[in-house]
């Protein structure tokens, strides 16, 4: 479940925009925001490498003491992360301040455990239609990720959000019969059985072709 160990620290950002932004990803640290509580919001930035740790962590579903300029210690969570498309490093974090209880709904991961019967014993193949459940429940109670076991899966199956098992005091925030996973033939097996020719059924002679094959042999 969600703690509140993990500790970042965040400086006030004096200017905003793209120049600035560009500068202070130039030297090693992301810009940002923080809101929430009814405060404004506070453009902020940090250290990348501390950020990508704290990621790398787990610290993406966790709660955060963030100090502020040295002084305030919030209780917050990340919200968002932006990454470049192509370097994939982290170019910009917005940050929400939560109380340790406070109900919130949030993105969670979606993890397959085990193998499904229908593709280990079938040849079908597993489609994980959506990478990430959206939850409601208090802010120390998320775990960083939703497993679901798989292996009794066959060809044909499929799992909605409301077969997840969720842990204590979460509840789902999407639609219940919103398809997650799905085991399926193979395409191989599929266009091997569309291109088979179709085998003719045998001809089965008529009662009048029986009576004309019996007088012409007579």
Same mark, same amino acid.
């Given at each position: 479940?969600?703690?509140?160990?993990?500790?970042?620290?965040?400086?006030?950002?004096?200017?905003?925009?793209?120049?600035?932004?560009?500068?202070?990803?130039?030297?090693?640290?992301?810009?940002?925001?923080?809101?929430?509580?009814?405060?404004?919001?506070?453009?902020?930035?940090?250290?990348?490498?501390?950020?990508?740790?704290?990621?790398?962590?787990?610290?993406?579903?966790?709660?955060?003491?963030?100090?502020?300029?040295?002084?305030?210690?919030?209780?917050?969570?990340?919200?968002?992360?932006?990454?470049?498309?192509?370097?994939?490093?982290?170019?910009?974090?917005?940050?929400?301040?939560?109380?340790?209880?406070?109900?919130?709904?949030?993105?969670?991961?979606?993890?397959?455990?085990?193998?499904?019967?229908?593709?280990?014993?079938?040849?079908?193949?597993?489609?994980? *239609?959506?990478?990430?459940?959206?939850?409601?429940?208090?802010?120390?109670?998320?775990?960083?990720?939703?497993?679901?076991? *798989?292996?009794?899966?066959?060809?044909?199956?499929? *799992?909605?959000?409301?077969?997840?098992?969720?842990?204590?005091?979460?509840?789902?925030?999407?639609?219940?019969?919103?398809?997650?996973?799905?085991?399926?033939?193979?395409?191989?097996?599929?266009?091997?059985?569309?291109?088979?020719?179709?085998?003719?059924?045998?001809?089965?002679?008529?009662?009048?072709?029986?009576?004309?094959?019996?007088?012409?042999?007579?």
């Amino acid at each position: 479940m969600a703690t509140t160990n993990h500790s970042l620290a965040v400086t006030t950002r004096a200017k905003t925009g793209t120049t600035a932004s560009h500068a202070i990803r130039h030297g090693g640290k992301v810009p940002g925001v923080i809101f929430g509580h009814g405060s404004s919001p506070v453009a902020i930035e940090l250290d990348a490498r501390a950020l990508d740790e704290l990621l790398h962590a787990g610290g993406k579903t966790a709660l955060l003491n963030v100090s502020l300029d040295g002084g305030k210690t919030d209780t917050a969570m990340i919200r968002d992360v932006q990454r470049d498309p192509i370097s994939r490093r982290v170019i910009h974090a917005d940050f929400q301040r939560v109380g340790a209880t406070e109900e919130i709904s949030t993105s969670l991961p979606l993890v397959t455990v085990g193998i499904a019967d229908g593709v280990k014993n079938n040849g079908g193949v597993m489609d994980v *239609v959506l990478h990430a459940v959206t939850v409601l429940g208090p802010a120390n109670a998320l775990p960083e990720q939703i497993e679901h076991d *798989v292996t009794a899966l066959a060809v044909g199956d499929h *799992v909605t959000a409301g077969d997840l098992k969720l842990p204590p005091k979460l509840k789902l925030d999407m639609d219940a019969h919103t398809i997650l996973i799905s085991v399926e033939a193979s395409k191989t097996e599929a266009e091997a059985a569309e291109a088979a020719p179709a085998v003719p059924d045998a001809e089965v002679p008529t009662v009048d072709e029986t009576t004309a094959a019996a007088e012409s042999g007579s």
